[in-house]
């Protein structure tokens, strides 16, 4: 236990699925959290189950798109809780298409909006104030998408592919100029959360996907993995135990990326 306490948080898409696990998270651990999203139903329960913990949080509503939302949530953190220290870059969405030059344009700019201009204005707004604070973690929520291709998630692949490198040329960045602000990318695999039902076709139709059977196949854990399993390793990735930890992919996927099992009977 404890292991962020004294430092303050922003989480991104913190309403639900990884963005949630990991705003209680690292509140359990001690962390004052700002949980923003566009959902503020949801986005209030994950505080309330943080304040019910015996945790610290707040919930602001923003889309991380619109650029001169970033400035207030910064100052607000600064103002509720004195610094910021951690920015998970979480908030993201899927657009499926079964050939990608089915897509309209429109579709490719929301989801490169979402998923690579939010991230970029996380990073942008959040380094000034890590700055003043003397120094700080900045996570970025890639995916296994981002490191290998995936038939019907072109664009989605494209903007997790542009998180990952991203990461990495802000990390040296930062170490050039010494701010002492590190910066790395996770990278989840089959994760249950909300994006499987909300994942949407250029019809408009939900796809429906038996995450169960899709594990057994394509994962060498053979199970779907839970957006704690995420949320434990930007634990990690925020706390002083990884000091020496920056630029780097942590690719949390049950074996995926590593190659295929034979079952044995």
């Not at 990991?22 to 949801?42: F, I, S, Y």
């Not at 870059?89 to 298409?97: E, K, P, T, Y």
């Amino acid at each position: 236990m404890g292991q962020v306490s004294g430092k303050v948080a922003i989480v991104t898409g913190g309403a639900s699925g990884i963005g949630a696990a990991c705003a209680e998270t690292l509140a359990r651990e001690g962390a004052k959290v700002v949980v923003t999203d566009v959902d503020d139903k949801m986005g209030n329960e994950v505080v309330a189950r943080i304040a019910a913990a015996g945790g610290t949080a707040m919930f602001l509503f923003q889309d991380v798109t619109e650029e001169q939302r970033w400035p207030e949530v910064i100052a607000a953190a600064e103002k509720a809780y004195g610094r910021l220290d951690i920015m998970v870059a979480n908030a993201g969405i899927g657009v499926s298409v079964p050939f990608f030059a089915d897509m309209s344009l429109t579709e490719w700019r929301r989801q490169q909006a979402i998923n690579l201009d939010g991230v970029f204005m996380s990073a942008k707004y959040a380094v000034p104030a890590m700055k003043r604070a003397g120094g700080g973690s900045i996570v970025m929520m890639s995916s296994v998408a981002g490191l290998r291709g995936s038939p019907g998630l072109a664009a989605y692949c494209a903007t997790k592919g542009g998180v990952r490198l991203f990461a990495k040329a802000v990390a040296l960045e930062c170490a050039q100029m010494n701010l002492n602000i590190r910066c790395n990318s996770v990278h989840p695999g089959l994760i249950e959360t909300p994006i499987w039902t909300k994942l949407q076709s250029s019809a408009g139709r939900n796809i429906s996907a038996d995450l169960a059977v899709r594990a057994k196949a394509a994962v060498p854990l053979s199970r779907v993995g839970v957006p704690q399993d995420i949320a434990d390793g930007v634990l990690f990735l925020c706390s002083d135990a990884s000091s020496y930890i920056t630029g780097q992919e942590l690719v949390i996927d049950g074996g995926i990326t590593a190659g295929q099992v034979a079952r044995r009977a």
